[in-house]
């Protein structure tokens, strides 16, 4: 079984898009329902690509089955953090490859130079929990009833790992 982590191409936003929406309809893991629409998930991949900003995507027999994006924060006086989301589908989970994608990521935002990368993570979701802290990030708080799903309130982690 050969795993391909690599930057996104604007080829692969089809497969990238199906991949997240996959993950977002399990309604668990994700703060989205469902994909956004593909004009928007390629616009947004466009801006990665052209920009260099990390978006790693697994890949096997070249169908996309995780994905790892730390594009900049939002505010221009937080240009220096990156914000890290990421999924994985479920028959892939549990068998190495969220580690492998995640450190790919963070490596690329560390080259890119992104001094803090920073994510939240669903309470429930313990083991993406203590995934990130393997990798060195650390937690910072926890944002009550931040996500609504079903008429269910999920908390949030915050986590942050800062350049060493």
């Known amino acids: 079984m050969t795993i391909e982590f690599r930057q996104i191409r604007e ?8 991949a997240v929406d996959a993950v977002a309809r399990e309604r668990k893991y ?3 329902l469902e994909a ?3 004009e928007q998930v390629r616009a947004f991949v466009k801006r990665n690509v052209q920009h260099g900003y ?3 995507i697994a890949l096997m027999d070249d169908v996309v089955i995780g994905w790892c ?3 900049p924060a939002s505010r221009a006086v937080s240009a220096h953090v990156g914000d890290l989301f990421m999924g994985l589908l479920p028959e892939w989970r549990g068998k190495g490859i969220g580690e492998r994608l995640l450190r790919h990521a963070v490596h690329a935002a560390d080259l890119f130079g992104f001094q803090r990368v920073e994510l939240g993570v669903f309470a429930t979701n313990t ?3 203590a995934l990130y802290r393997k990798v060195g990030f650390v937690e910072e708080g926890t944002k009550r009833k931040a996500i609504l799903i079903d008429g269910v309130h999920h908390d949030e982690i915050i986590m942050a790992r800062l350049k060493p």
């Open 11 to 18: 080829n692969d936003t089809e497969a990238f898009r199906a």
């Open 30 to 32: 994700l703060a989205l």
């Open 127 to 129: 083991a993406a929990a």
């Open 54 to 56: 990390p978006q790693i």
């Open 36 to 38: 956004p629409p593909i």
């Open 69 to 71: 994006n730390v594009p």
